[in-house]
């Protein structure tokens, strides 16, 4: 038998491993007036978020990104205000010297989503700013608001993958001492050998049996019934016959959320001839205990899009779970009880199987509208 102490410095290693490995990234958003992602214009709101989608599709960041590679800027504006007015992004990398050199420009315009959204390669050693020009109606000159941003030096990247190793190691060690400990006593040599070998048979199982489980299985939309933004049924078995863009968010959500929509909107903007024929865009919140109709329908119409072929939908949460887990979704809480922010994008075919999947922070909205535009053009075949 297990030792009490030996039994309780395992459970400790497992809970404190699993809980470094899993825990969902935090939000950023309202932070407060020291808040490096928000910069406040009268009563509108600026708010940046980062990603590194190729590093972690989920997590977010403001001021500093762990590690080198492509990075997705987010500009969220709050604000009716600032949906009115150019707005114009700069982003320099700065040497220890304090000089610049701009990396990327996008000249200023109006983006009536509130949305802004680029990427860039950053790289490891270097320090970035990111200058956000707005020009206000009653101004002459634009306002430039500026966010420093660092690059974490590479080594930082491995701390986690390291603890885990000398997680797995700990553990490793523990079972070899009771191992040499037991070796005197042939009867419990022989139950522990025994133990290990089935247990390792039933993982092996388990393993086998999951494979061949998803390599037979597609993913498909779910024959349930949601509930629109206008407070209409919606059984989604209806969408069978047309090419289904579908994602998660929910409202309130800055940065995914807003980047999502907007992304969205973009492949509506594009497919506009497509849109309610041969192809409908389906937003489904992964919140339904607070998002109802009216209040999805207000993000709608905040978001300007185009309800003609965009379905956004709510339901009963075991409902909205079976369409989340039908995907092998992550939906957990975020550890201050807000929802998960949700990356994955997904293109159902005519009978509503998963398709093709994008990262929805880094997916290129025209390449995506391209490809679709294909897939309706051909039948979905």
């Not at 490995?21 to 910069?39: I, L, Q, V």
Request: aromatic share 6%; proline share 6%; hydrophobic share 40%.
């Amino acid at each position: 038998m297990m030792r009490a102490d030996s039994r309780r410095t395992i459970s400790a290693l497992v809970c404190v491993l699993w809980l470094m490995s899993a825990a969902p990234a935090c939000a950023h958003r309202f932070g407060g007036p020291n808040d490096p992602c928000e910069r406040k214009l009268g009563a509108s709101l600026l708010h940046i978020t980062l990603y590194q989608p190729e590093f972690d599709p989920d997590a977010e960041y403001c001021d500093e990104v762990p590690r080198e590679g492509n990075t997705v800027f987010v500009i969220d504006t709050m604000g009716d205000e600032l949906r009115r007015v150019p707005i114009g992004v700069r982003i320099f990398a700065v040497d220890s010297a304090g000089s610049r050199r701009l990396e990327r420009e996008i000249a200023p315009a109006i983006y009536r989503r509130g949305v802004v959204d680029t990427q860039l390669n950053l790289a490891e050693g270097n320090s970035y700013l990111m200058q956000v020009s707005v020009r206000p109606e009653s101004a002459e000159n634009p306002v430039q608001y500026s966010f420093p941003i660092r690059v974490r030096p590479w080594y930082r990247a491995l701390v986690m993958p390291c603890l885990l190793v000398l997680g797995v190691l700990a553990l490793v060690a523990v079972s070899v001492f009771r191992y040499q400990r037991s070796a005197a006593r042939p009867s419990a040599r022989r139950r522990a050998v025994a133990v290990r070998l089935a247990a390792m048979a039933l993982l092996a199982g388990i393993f086998i049996w999951g494979c061949r489980s998803s390599a037979k299985e597609t993913a498909s939309l779910p024959d349930v019934q949601l509930i629109d933004a206008h407070g209409n049924p919606v059984a989604l078995s209806s969408l069978r016959g047309k090419v289904v863009l579908l994602d998660f968010v929910h409202v309130g959500c800055p940065g995914v959320c807003d980047n999502l929509i907007n992304k969205f909107g973009q492949v509506a903007d594009a497919l506009r001839p497509e849109m309610g024929s041969g192809l409908v865009l389906v937003t489904v919140t992964n919140d339904p205990e607070h998002d109802g109709p009216d209040q999805l329908l207000k993000l709608a119409r905040d978001r300007q899009a185009d309800m003609k072929g965009w379905l956004f939908l709510t339901g009963k949460p075991e409902d909205v779970d079976r369409v989340i887990s039908a995907f092998g979704v992550d939906n957990r809480r975020l550890p201050d009880g807000s929802p998960n922010h949700i990356t994955r994008v997904f293109v159902l075919d005519r009978d509503l199987r998963k398709q093709r999947e994008y990262a929805g922070m880094s997916m290129d909205s025209r390449a995506v509208a391209a490809e679709i535009k294909s897939e309706v053009e051909r039948g979905g075949a």
